[in-house]
């Protein structure tokens, strides 16, 4: 027998095991406790130990190369042939930047997938931090230990700490993670925006119940990455034996599209933080360790103003991604599946044809970015960039910084008024 909303029975409904999986301390507030109950033909627990196996790209060590505050552009990362090498999401994992330090649960990475063939009997789960997923080519089957989820370019998913998954692909697949260590993602507040904006809290899905009783006798493999390393163990059965489960520390995926825009509608630039998606906060009011950012399609309808992005140094950093379609900034040289890094304070903005458009067009209403998602991964720690993302990817745009060399001054000291667009 158990009682009505017991989560401990001395013996579970199905004689299945009861287990929890925190997502944070015991005692933290109600409003940021995440634990949820699983139960499951099998404990977790059992396995063989965990060994250390090929670390591949993964790193944590953010002084591998000397720092380079340039403005860097990455052309599209390489996925490999199939028929060349089999990789999997796993061991297509590589390190491109990051900061902080995993042991005492503060900072972040950005890392970059490339697989082309699915994990089989191999899942991963992640002991340093949460992975926030963007798809940017080929869709995903990802099995969790919560049940499935499909996730398409054009859509993101988080898979939050110590959470087992297997992700299957259907061709050459490539993407980027956002993983932060120590804190969880979470809806920005809104503010004066007030109830009803930005990324709205229903349109977040997290998968139902799905399991597998499914012994493996040749043994499944458990990658763990824990303090920055990778560790491999084996066991006889499926991971993904959670016959049931209750609870909100949960994966979830989010589609891109129902992102409810907020723009200037009078005049100038708002700040890219009206298009924050999700935040892992620091412990400082209003900074970030991370923020997930997205330039989706919008109007434009700002009077006497420079409509693209504001020439800029920051005090954070910033790294762009596009997963379709042309950015408007930079139409030229930025593609699908590469990317940029802008660290802290390095200047940039739009290059000069950019520029030259804007500064003359016709400011009537106008539809910016349809067809076009980018993104950015923004944090307030200044991020290394690991030796594979500055050598060994072969992907570094040397002349990123010709896109600004056209520019040229056009002041006119004897006339304050500006041309202005015919």
């Known amino acids: ?171 050459e697949t490539r993407g980027y993670i956002l993983e932060v260590y120590g804190v969880h993602f979470e809806l920005p507040d809104l503010g004066p925006i007030g109830a009803n904006g930005l990324a709205n809290p229903r349109d977040f899905l997290i998968p139902v119940a799905w399991y597998e009783d499914r012994q493996v006798p040749g043994g499944y493999t458990v990658i763990n990455k824990y303090q920055g390393k990778l560790f491999a163990a084996k066991q006889n059965v499926s991971p993904f034996n959670v016959v049931a489960w209750h609870g909100n520390y949960t994966p979830y995926k989010y589609n891109l599209e129902n992102f409810m825009v907020i723009n200037a509608v009078a005049y100038d630039h708002a700040d890219p933080s009206i298009f924050t998606v999700l935040t892992a906060k620091s412990l400082r009011p209003g900074v970030a360790i991370a923020d997930f950012v997205i330039f989706p399609p919008r109007w434009g309808v700002a009077d006497k103003t420079f409509r693209p992005p504001y020439y800029h140094r920051n005090c ?45 067009a016709k400011l009537v209403p106008e539809r910016i970015a349809d067809g076009t998602m980018a993104f950015m991964f923004e944090s307030s720690l200044s991020m290394a960039v690991t030796k594979w993302g500055l050598k060994t990817s072969h992907c570094l745009d040397d002349n990123y910084y010709k896109c600004w060399e056209p520019l040229k001054s056009h002041f006119t000291p004897n006339s304050r008024s500006p041309a202005g667009p015919k």
């Open 316 to 360: 954070m950093s910033e790294f762009m991604g596009l997963i379709k379609g042309h950015y408007e900034a930079k139409e030229g040289g930025f593609l699908p599946g590469g990317g940029s890094l802008h660290s802290t304070m390095t200047p940039h903005g739009p290059d000069a044809e950019c520029f030259e458009k804007a500064s003359k």
């Open 1 to 171: 027998m158990c009682l009505r909303g017991q989560n401990n029975p001395q013996v579970c409904p199905y004689n299945l095991y009861a287990e929890q999986l925190s997502g944070s301390a015991f005692t933290c507030p109600r409003s940021t406790n995440k634990r949820s109950w699983l139960y499951r033909i099998l404990p977790s627990v059992s396995h063989k130990p965990f060994e250390s196996t090929d670390q591949g790209h993964v790193t944590n060590n953010w002084d591998e190369v000397d720092p380079d505050p340039n403005q860097l552009r990455w052309k599209p990362f390489e996925i490999p042939k199939a028929s060349q090498k089999k990789v999997d999401f796993v061991s297509g994992l590589h390190t491109l930047c990051g900061a902080g330090d995993i042991r005492s649960n503060n900072g972040l990475a950005v890392h970059i997938f490339l697989c082309n063939t699915s994990m089989g009997d191999r899942c991963f789960y992640n002991s340093d931090g949460d992975f926030l997923i963007v798809p940017q080519k080929g869709k995903l089957l990802i099995y969790t230990e919560f049940g499935k989820m499909i996730v398409q370019p054009n859509e993101i998913c988080v898979i939050q700490r110590g959470m087992r998954f297997s992700v299957d692909v259907f061709e």
